[in-house]
C-alpha cells in the first residue's frame, strides 16, 4: 500500500526558506511521478512542481520558477521541495502526490493525474 507523508511546513517570514519533505512507503519509489500541490484558503489545489521517475526531468509553475527546487533520493525513497524568496501568497496546505503513468512534463501538475496524495503540511509565510 502506497503512502505518502508530508513534513517541513511551518512560519516562515517574507523572504525566508523552508525545506519540505515527501516520505513515500510501501513501493519504489523510483518507479513513481512524483507532484507537489498547494491549496489556499478559498483556493483550488494547484500544481507547485514535478518531478519524473528517474529525476531527469522536472517542472515548475510559474509562480515558483526560480524560487523552488524539486529534488529526490530514490534510495532514501523521499521527495524534498525546496522553497526560497517565500511570499504571502505561497502560504497554504502542501500535499505531495504519485503516480506511475503521468507525462512529465506536459501533464504532471495537474492534480487529475495523481491517485495517491498525502495528507498535507501547512506553510503559513507571515511577518
Known amino acids: 500500500q502506497l503512502q505518502l507523508v508530508e513534513s517541513g511546513g511551518g512560519l516562515v517570514q517574507p523572504g525566508g526558506s523552508l525545506r519540505l519533505s515527501c516520505a513515500v512507503s510501501?513501493?519504489?519509489?523510483?518507479?513513481?511521478?512524483i507532484g507537489w500541490f498547494r491549496q489556499g484558503p478559498g483556493k483550488e489545489r494547484e500544481g507547485v512542481s514535478c518531478?519524473?521517475?528517474?529525476?531527469?526531468?522536472?517542472k515548475y509553475a510559474d509562480s515558483v520558477k526560480g524560487r523552488f527546487t524539486i529534488s529526490r533520493d530514490n534510495a532514501k525513497n523521499t521527495v524534498y521541495l525546496q522553497m526560497n524568496s517565500l511570499k504571502p501568497e505561497d502560504a497554504g496546505v502542501y500535499y505531495c502526490?504519485?503516480?506511475?503513468?503521468?507525462?512529465?512534463?506536459?501533464?504532471?501538475?495537474?492534480?487529475?493525474?495523481?491517485?495517491?496524495w498525502g495528507q498535507g503540511t501547512q506553510v503559513t509565510v507571515s511577518s
Open positions: 502526490a504519485a503516480d506511475l503513468d503521468v507525462q512529465v512534463p506536459n501533464w504532471c501538475l495537474s492534480p487529475y493525474e495523481y491517485d495517491y
Open positions: 510501501g513501493v519504489t519509489l523510483d518507479a513513481y511521478v
Open positions: 518531478n519524473s521517475s528517474s529525476g531527469g526531468v522536472t
